[in-house]
């Protein structure tokens, strides 16, 4: 199935296809997640008309896997108009949503209209610690009762528990849930900052010495931990930089926001069309934005393909660097990770230490020079 | 020998990739290639056509093969999409839902 999906992604490239869309249909929310990186009013969100010509157009572009997310889903009074009309078109429709208007009715059309999957999100085992991640009291039993009546009509459930301080010591408890459940269980440590670029959620991010701990335990990796803890191999081969590719944003994958806006994925928020003003595959296939995306591969990245994690124990994310202020850039979150795999820093993370202590001694240089100056020595 | 009709199980995911549709089955995730053949034959799947129908008018046509190798290899087909929830099978016409 993985090689398939790999072989699939290949095609897709090779003919310039979005195989995988995120669609957010709303920023709105029933709840007030402490770490979300969204802003919760409706600017103009889409009309059903607009998505729905949308869809049509995706279908058209080829995608295949189309992701349907938030805000949360539900509180679009159209959203089984919106996910009928996606199954019509055949696209492998995966749900992202907190489950927490999900009653008998809304599971068993869920049921009906066949999704691949429904992603909810629990972040503890704990009525007090989740409900206080959610700002919604009774939050997390509404979600597993959502959770357990789409489970009851066969339909695939996937916890989704992002880590972060507040909850960081009950991702055991929910692994447990999730298998009581029968539901299948995702872990993602990384807060990542707002949309707008404010950074001041990252204070959540959990300790290293906690990232440390996920990284090694073997329940949550997929793999044996000397495996995936292994020192870095060293820097990617020269020859192999310049046909790797960073990620798959803008190759075959891009997000699409309720006002219509296009990004190469929902954790790169670099705007490049709307779709209400041009057509998706004019903005897929034209767009400058898109193309310059496109034309980055590792070897140009001039710090990350100098470093020793570059041959597999990093997964850079190129909208955590764009969001850094450079999509070329080390993004300073996947360092950690990368650091806190294998105990080895990165070369980003010795790039910024260079840059505090040049930064020290430019201070002292600046009380004898002219401000100018100490912006030049800094650039 | 009675016939054979086919339609497409609409609980499926599909896409054109290429000359490759790509298809997943409801029923346990499963992701399936097919070729331009079986694709043209999958497309076909109305559920009114008769099987040999299809493959005398769709895939000889388009293909230039033996009507009965394509025949037998299309019943062949037929029976793996069906195991696998892709195609409905019956000896009578299949009605279309909504």
């Keep these: 199935m993985i090689a398939m999906v790999r072989e699939m992604s290949n095609t897709a490239l090779r003919l310039g296809i979005p195989l995988g869309v995120q669609l957010d249909l709303t920023y709105r929310c029933n709840e007030r997640c402490v770490h979300c990186y969204l802003d919760h009013d409706d600017h103009?969100?889409?009309?059903?008309?607009?998505?729905k010509d949308l869809l049509d157009q995706m279908a058209e572009a080829g995608v295949f896997f189309l992701t349907i997310s938030g805000g949360e889903i539900m509180m679009r009074r159209d959203f089984f108009e919106i996910?009928?009309?996606?199954?019509?078109?055949?696209?492998?429709?995966?749900?992202?949503?907190?489950?927490?208007?999900?009653?008998?009715?809304?599971?068993?059309?869920?049921?009906e209209l066949v999704v691949e999957s429904v992603q909810i999100s629990v972040y503890s085992h704990r009525a007090e610690v989740h409900d206080a991640i959610t700002k919604l009291p009774g939050s997390l039993k509404k979600s597993l009762a959502g959770a357990k009546l789409l489970a009851e009509r066969g339909v695939k459930v996937m916890f989704a528990n992002v880590l972060m301080r507040e909850n960081f010591g009950d991702y055991q408890g929910v692994q447990a849930l999730a298998a009581e459940a029968g539901a299948e269980y995702t872990v993602d440590p990384t807060i990542t900052p707002m949309m707008d670029g404010d950074r001041s959620i990252l204070n959540l991010n959990i300790e290293r010495a906690e990232l440390e701990q996920v990284f090694r335990d073997a329940s949550l990796l997929g793999m044996s931990t000397e495996e995936f803890c292994a020192p870095p191999a060293g820097p990617m081969d020269e020859v192999d930089a310049m046909e790797t590719l960073p990620c798959s944003a803008g190759h075959t994958a891009c997000y699409i926001s309720p006002y219509g806006d296009v990004y190469p994925c929902v954790q790169f928020p670099l705007p490049t069309g709307n779709v209400r003003t041009t057509k998706f595959i004019d903005i897929w296939k034209h767009s400058p934005q898109m193309k310059e995306v496109r034309s980055i591969t590792m070897a140009d990245l001039p710090v990350c393909s100098t470093c020793s994690h570059g041959g597999g124990s990093c997964s850079r994310c190129p909208g955590l660097a764009y969001m850094e202020g450079n999509m070329r850039g080390p993004s300073s979150q996947d360092c950690e990770k990368s650091y806190a795999r294998t105990g080895v820093e990165t070369a980003g993370m010795k790039l910024r230490q260079h840059a505090h202590s040049a930064v020290g001694l430019v201070q002292i240089q600046c009380s004898t020079q002219p401000s100018g100056m100490h912006q030049a020595a800094l650039a | 020998m009675s016939a054979v009709y086919i339609a497409r199980n609409k609980e499926v995911a599909a896409r054109m990739l290429g000359d490759e549709l790509m298809i997943m089955s409801a029923r346990d995730s499963t992701l399936f290639s097919l070729n331009a053949t079986a694709s043209t034959i999958w497309q076909a799947a109305d559920g009114r056509t008769p099987l040999a129908e299809i493959v005398e008018r769709q895939v000889c046509k388009t293909f230039a093969v033996d009507p009965a190798v394509a025949?037998?290899?299309?019943?062949?087909?037929?029976?793996?999409?069906?195991?696998?929830?892709?195609l409905k099978v019956s000896n009578t016409p299949i009605e279309e839902g909504p």
């Design chain 1, 83 to 111: 996910l009928a009309h996606a199954r019509r078109l055949m696209f492998c429709v995966k749900l992202k949503t907190n489950a927490v208007m999900i009653h008998e009715e809304e599971a068993d059309r869920i049921r």
């Design chain 1, 44 to 51: 103009g969100e889409m009309s059903t008309a607009e998505i």
């Design chain 2, 71 to 86: 025949l037998t290899d299309a019943e062949e087909l037929v029976q793996g999409l069906s195991q696998h929830g892709i």
